[in-house]
């Protein structure tokens, strides 16, 4: 709804630079990204994610869409 979208709206507005706090920085990253039956949750007891699967062919783009709280940034934080 309205809601959804003027946060997306504020998302794409945002021009933050956020720096990592790592120092490796590859030049180039190759490869697919697989997620298989993935179960993770921030404690023991609750699941974010439940049995989660997909897979991102390398030079591919995957959108996550879903409510708020579905997993959408417990599954980027993965990732990265």
Partial sequence: ???????VIAL???NTYLPTSGNH???EVQG?????EVHFG?????????????EIKSGKTL????????????IIGLIN
């Fill in 1 to 7: 709804g309205i809601v959804g979208s003027s946060r």
């Fill in 12 to 14: 794409l507005e945002n």
């Fill in 25 to 27: 920085a590859p030049d």
């Fill in 32 to 36: 697919n990204i697989t997620f298989k």
């Fill in 42 to 54: 921030y404690t023991d007891d609750v699941d974010v994610l439940k049995g989660i699967s997909f």
């Fill in 63 to 74: 959108a996550l869409v879903g409510a708020t709280g579905a997993g959408k940034s417990s």
